[in-house]
Protein backbone atom coordinates (compact mmCIF):
# COMPACT_ATOMS: atom_id res chain seq x y z
CA UNK A 1 0.00 0.00 0.00
CA UNK A 2 1.48 3.43 -0.49
CA UNK A 3 -0.26 6.47 1.06
CA UNK A 4 -0.37 10.03 -0.60
CA UNK A 5 -1.50 13.09 0.49
CA UNK A 6 -1.67 16.43 -1.20
CA UNK A 7 -1.01 19.99 0.18
CA UNK A 8 -0.10 23.45 -1.31
CA UNK A 9 -4.22 24.49 -2.76
CA UNK A 10 -5.86 27.59 -2.21
CA UNK A 11 -7.45 30.72 -3.45
CA UNK A 12 -5.24 32.53 -5.78
CA UNK A 13 -5.88 35.32 -8.54
CA UNK A 14 -5.65 35.24 -12.21
CA UNK A 15 -2.13 35.14 -12.68
CA UNK A 16 -0.91 34.11 -9.48
CA UNK A 17 1.32 31.03 -8.62
CA UNK A 18 0.88 27.44 -6.25
CA UNK A 19 2.91 24.71 -5.22
CA UNK A 20 1.49 21.51 -5.02
CA UNK A 21 2.76 18.88 -3.13
CA UNK A 22 2.55 15.28 -2.96
CA UNK A 23 4.37 13.35 0.35
CA UNK A 24 3.96 9.50 0.09
CA UNK A 25 4.31 6.76 2.53
CA UNK A 26 4.08 3.12 2.29
CA UNK A 27 5.67 0.56 0.49
CA UNK A 28 8.55 1.67 -1.84
CA UNK A 29 7.17 4.56 -4.38
CA UNK A 30 10.63 6.23 -5.54
CA UNK A 31 11.03 3.58 -8.30
CA UNK A 32 7.40 4.68 -9.90
CA UNK A 33 5.85 6.96 -12.39
CA UNK A 34 3.97 9.84 -10.61
CA UNK A 35 0.95 12.35 -12.34
CA UNK A 36 -0.88 14.99 -11.10
CA UNK A 37 -4.77 14.82 -12.79
CA UNK A 38 -7.60 17.36 -12.20
CA UNK A 39 -11.27 17.86 -12.23
CA UNK A 40 -13.20 20.67 -12.57
CA UNK A 41 -16.88 20.68 -10.97
CA UNK A 42 -19.55 18.72 -13.50
CA UNK A 43 -16.20 17.70 -15.64
CA UNK A 44 -14.49 15.13 -15.98
CA UNK A 45 -10.71 14.01 -14.43
CA UNK A 46 -8.06 14.75 -16.73
CA UNK A 47 -4.40 14.52 -16.96
CA UNK A 48 -2.08 17.31 -16.06
CA UNK A 49 1.38 16.23 -15.82
CA UNK A 50 3.47 13.31 -15.24
CA UNK A 51 7.09 12.62 -13.92
CA UNK A 52 9.35 9.53 -14.54
CA UNK A 53 10.67 7.26 -11.76
CA UNK A 54 14.35 9.13 -11.93
CA UNK A 55 12.83 12.67 -12.89
CA UNK A 56 14.57 12.34 -16.08
CA UNK A 57 11.36 12.66 -18.19
CA UNK A 58 7.94 14.79 -17.93
CA UNK A 59 4.83 14.96 -19.52
CA UNK A 60 2.35 17.65 -19.92
CA UNK A 61 -0.99 18.31 -21.05
CA UNK A 62 -1.27 20.75 -23.53
CA UNK A 63 -3.38 23.47 -21.39
CA UNK A 64 -0.53 23.57 -19.09
CA UNK A 65 2.76 23.51 -20.77
CA UNK A 66 4.85 26.13 -20.15
CA UNK A 67 2.84 27.57 -17.10
CA UNK A 68 3.48 24.14 -15.42
CA UNK A 69 6.24 22.03 -13.69
CA UNK A 70 6.62 18.87 -12.25
CA UNK A 71 9.55 17.88 -10.29
CA UNK A 72 10.06 15.20 -7.70
CA UNK A 73 12.30 14.28 -4.84
CA UNK A 74 12.85 10.83 -4.02
CA UNK A 75 15.06 11.14 -0.72
CA UNK A 76 11.86 13.08 0.56
CA UNK A 77 9.25 11.22 -1.54
CA UNK A 78 7.67 14.24 -2.78
CA UNK A 79 5.86 14.98 -5.66
CA UNK A 80 5.56 19.02 -7.00
CA UNK A 81 3.79 20.87 -9.29
CA UNK A 82 4.83 24.23 -10.00
CA UNK A 83 1.39 26.70 -11.14
CA UNK A 84 2.56 29.48 -12.83
CA UNK A 85 0.28 32.07 -14.88
CA UNK A 86 -3.15 30.10 -13.11
CA UNK A 87 -6.01 30.94 -14.88
CA UNK A 88 -9.94 30.61 -13.80
CA UNK A 89 -9.80 27.47 -16.12
CA UNK A 90 -7.17 26.08 -14.11
CA UNK A 91 -9.89 25.67 -10.88
CA UNK A 92 -10.37 22.06 -9.94
CA UNK A 93 -9.59 19.81 -7.57
CA UNK A 94 -6.09 18.31 -8.12
CA UNK A 95 -5.33 14.62 -7.43
CA UNK A 96 -1.76 12.53 -7.34
CA UNK A 97 -1.26 9.49 -8.17
CA UNK A 98 1.11 6.40 -8.49
CA UNK A 99 1.40 4.87 -11.55
CA UNK A 100 2.28 0.98 -11.54
CA UNK A 101 2.89 0.76 -14.73
CA UNK A 102 5.42 1.98 -17.56
CA UNK A 103 5.91 5.27 -19.09
CA UNK A 104 4.14 4.93 -21.91
CA UNK A 105 0.95 4.71 -19.47
CA UNK A 106 1.73 8.08 -18.00
CA UNK A 107 -2.05 9.11 -19.40
CA UNK A 108 -4.18 6.61 -18.56
CA UNK A 109 -6.01 7.30 -15.29
CA UNK A 110 -6.30 3.47 -15.41
CA UNK A 111 -3.08 2.53 -14.83
CA UNK A 112 -2.71 4.97 -11.54
CA UNK A 113 -2.76 2.06 -8.33
CA UNK A 114 -3.20 4.39 -5.61
CA UNK A 115 -4.47 8.10 -5.78
CA UNK A 116 -4.22 11.38 -2.61
CA UNK A 117 -7.26 12.45 -1.49
CA UNK A 118 -6.98 15.88 -4.25
CA UNK A 119 -6.63 19.50 -3.05
CA UNK A 120 -8.61 22.36 -4.18
CA UNK A 121 -7.69 25.07 -6.43
CA UNK A 122 -9.84 27.88 -6.99
CA UNK A 123 -8.09 30.59 -9.25
CA UNK A 124 -10.46 33.87 -9.27
CA UNK A 125 -10.50 36.06 -12.34
Known amino acids: QVQLVESGGGLVQAGGSLRLSCAASGRSRSGYTMGWFRQAPGKERDFVAA????????DYADSVNGRFTISRDNAKSTVYLQMNSLKAEDTAVYYC??????????????????WGQGTQVTVSS
Open 51 to 58: ISSSGGST
Open 97 to 114: AVNGYVWSFRRSQMKYNY
